[in-house]
């Protein structure tokens, strides 16, 4: 690395802060960058800095935004007493492509991980349970993932939205459409079995 | 992605144009570029435009500089009557990390590919030529990689340099150290054999 020129190392040193970007991959984009002859790296330094100067979190939900209200929460389209309660911006979209869901959203922008030093304080929630407290909320979807931290979060979400009387949901859990049997896991299998419902024929 | 603040999609557009970064991953890095508050972003931008505006092609060996003479070319300490040749800046770094080599380089950007398009005139063949015929170069270690494109470029490569009376060689080609023999493929191993060297003891 010693070998390349000062601004090269440089780029290549910010290149491998990304995530999974370790200093070899980092070294390729820093040179495939370069060789395109200013356009890309033109092109993308500027996206980088207009996206950082214009997009903020929206005030109310905290997706992203280029204005103070985001696209769901300036939408009167949509039912403000359901709100759906998601880790991040990009789960979101997958909601978005289903197309069905019409409330609202809340992205906490982190996970109650205590294995790496994130507490309650590190997400969205006070924000959430002033929101509730404020709104004429119905129901709060806690959508987070299925996994350890995603599941302990929605617990400990809807522990506090029921001190303060809000009902909340969680996503079904079950055999993913596509999935085979054979290959499921016994948790997964477990939830799916409890969660059956009946054929009415 | 339509629900995402257009500057976001512009970045994560950007992003994805880069080499094995497809929209998924493009998306996370740019989130993760406007979650650290700035400063990330900030820097890699700037690092990318000074990097494209700093950096240029060493006039003689097409090495990465910041001048017009790279480190290595400037350096009246590397014996100029020997030339490696290879296909990248990166290929550099793993000689010098080597520590061995006292030569000069040559940055061919490229390598004969017919079958993705790309003929003799798409690497740095011709000043290689021009350089050989101005200089008084002994031999030119031809050390593109040992695939077939760069057995093929090393060949082509090596017929233009005789025609020139220019002596030419190739990187030794057998077992990588610590390589298990189990595992050698066959191409390996007989070039390893019809290599292999006498012991003297």
Redesign the interface.
Known sequence: ????????Q??V???S????IGEK?A?????????QE?D?????????????S??RLCETCFF???SEK???CSDPGRDEHLICVVE???D??AF?RMGEFRGLYHVL?GLWAPLRGQGPESMKLRELLERVEKGEIEEVILATSSTVEGDATALYIAKLLSERGIVSSRLAQGIPKGGELEYSDEVTLSRALSGRSRIDS
């Not at 690395?1 to 090269?8: D, E, K, V, Y």
């Not at 070294?27 to 060789?35: N, S």
């Open positions: 690395m010693q070998a390349f020129p000062p601004s090269f440089r780029l040193h910010e290149l802060r990304l995530p999974s991959s070294t390729r984009l820093a040179y495939f960058i370069l060789r200013g890309l790296g033109a092109k993308l330094a500027s996206a980088i800095q207009q996206a950082c214009q997009i992203l935004s280029e985001c696209r769901f991040k911006p990009m979101i979209i978005e922008h």
